[in-house]
């Protein structure tokens, strides 16, 4: 595929509109139009079903699409090795991470290593535990700040750091005087979980399993200051981190109680992840020692 359809062919078949890809790509729809067809007739295979003006990636376009995708991201990489090249001084991180993650950790380690390292510039996305996973492992961001270390292969990863993990129940509750207490104890009440792909969601399931309960879950949120704020208004409990929660501000009233958990692996392990098939450009391996060497003087 020349270098040149890679753009305008993943901008058309992520969007699925020819009008609102050709505003994008700052192209008329005919020439969008044409410049498809011709692409179709050199692979001899429609790429797209049409519904009106809408499109839909057929499954020739689903194949297409995901070599494009990676040769774009091998194009990309080479383009951000040549600029090191040129200056290893300067560069860009593409860094991805859980929302939890945004409030404290991130801008303590972005804010420590610019201290150093001025000229390297970030590009920041945050999503639920499987999406992020999902971007390192693509090509579409050089490092993930995920919870828990994903069972995926082909990824590298390091642990930065465990949290504690509490129950959070509302000032009412009947556990909220206790010190500490099992997840088990609270097995008859109404949880408030984030949404299925968050890494807290997986904890709390196989929290669960381990206690031999199903949680009923009767509110999902993709946000722990959400979740924290439904415990606080009496509407369920929930599993918090103990240090998130703190530096949320999400503690005694108006918030939820947090009362730690004696489970065993009642722990949020923390941990940086990259792809292992992947040469790191100057910048985003300056940046992962940096990491890990906080993370080594942090414990």
Known sequence: MPSDDLHW??????????????????????????????LERRLGARLFD???KRLSLNDFGHVYYEHARRAQAELDAAARELADLANPARGVVRLT???????????????GFRRGSGAITFNLSQDAAEVVTGRVRDGAADL????????????GWRELLGQR??????????LAGRRQVRLAEAADSDFIAM?????????????????DFRPRIVMES?????????????????????EDAVSRGLGPQPGPVLVPLTDPGATRAVGLIWSANVVPSDAVRVFRDFTVEWAARAT
């Open 195 to 211: 949404q299925t792909g968050y890494g807290m969601r997986t904890i709390l399931e196989d929290l669960c399993a381990a206690a």
């Open 165 to 174: 993990l509490a129950l959070a129940v509302p000032a009412d509750h009947r």
């Open 97 to 111: 991470f859980l929302h939890s993650f945004g409030a404290r950790l991130v801008p303590e380690l972005i804010a």
């Open 9 to 38: 062919f993943l901008t058309l078949a992520e969007l699925e509109h020819v009008g609102a890809a050709a505003v994008r790509l700052g192209l008329s729809q005919p020439t969008l139009s044409r410049m498809l067809a011709r």
């Open 50 to 52: 049409r519904h009106g």
């Open 222 to 242: 993709s946000d722990l200051v959400t979740v924290g704020g439904l415990v606080g208004a009496g509407l369920g409990v929930a599993l918090l981190p103990i």
């Open 144 to 155: 993930g700040i995920v919870s828990p270390k994903p069972a995926v292969p082909g990824l």
